[in-house]
């Protein structure tokens, strides 16, 4: 199976799930990480502002802002994405694809190093930590640069036995779902 292929069938069967179903799934898989001894002992933590069809990380960000955890999240850039302190007096839906992002205001982080813990997106994921994301590349590109634990976070119907990876494909440390 090829890479689209996967994708596309990914996404129908996503597609399938009821809203209480994903927001079911969303909900265990963030209180799964929440205890977890590396997301108790994290200091800054990278999330993303979940598409509808991924995985809600709404929960990990309360519990963050509840924690004093620092948030990152990342803005799409042109091909790479920027990481900004989250802050939520500016957050808007200016994103590439309209989903909630930081604005210019919030500060950016330049010092990867200071991510404790990364909760990474994707389409589909295998058990041994391979990762096939949207296609883009975003993360991809952003992966070789953390020394952190990345974590992928998944629906059980993007968990899969086999994905089709390139020599730049960066397997994940592990997979929640």
């Not at 997301?39 to 924690?67: C, I, K, R």
């Not at 948030?71 to 302190?85: E, Q, R, W």
């Not at 634990?149 to 089709?164: L, T």
Request: glycine letters at 6%.
């Amino acid at each position: 199976m090829t890479k689209k292929e996967l994708r596309d069938q990914i996404k129908a069967q996503i597609g399938r799930m009821k809203a209480a179903q994903l927001d079911t799934a969303s909900l265990y898989v963030c209180l799964q990480i929440i205890g977890t001894q590396e997301w108790q002992e994290a200091n800054t933590v990278l999330l993303y502002a979940a598409l509808p069809d991924e995985v809600d990380l709404n929960l990990l960000l309360q519990d963050a802002e509840g924690s004093d955890k620092r948030v990152i999240l990342p803005v799409v850039d042109g091909d790479t994405l920027l990481l900004k302190v989250y802050d939520p007096r500016h957050m808007a839906r200016q994103g590439k694809y309209q989903i909630m992002e930081p604005t210019a205001q919030c500060k950016t982080l330049d010092n990867l190093d200071e991510i404790d813990l990364a909760i990474i997106p994707g389409r589909a994921f295998t058990r041994q930590g391979a990762r096939l994301g949207r296609g883009k590349g975003y993360y991809d590109r952003l992966l070789s640069s953390l020394h952190c634990p990345k974590w992928g976070v998944a629906f059980p119907c993007q968990m899969v036995k086999e994905i089709p990876t390139d020599p730049w494909d960066i397997p994940l440390d592990k997979v929640i779902e």
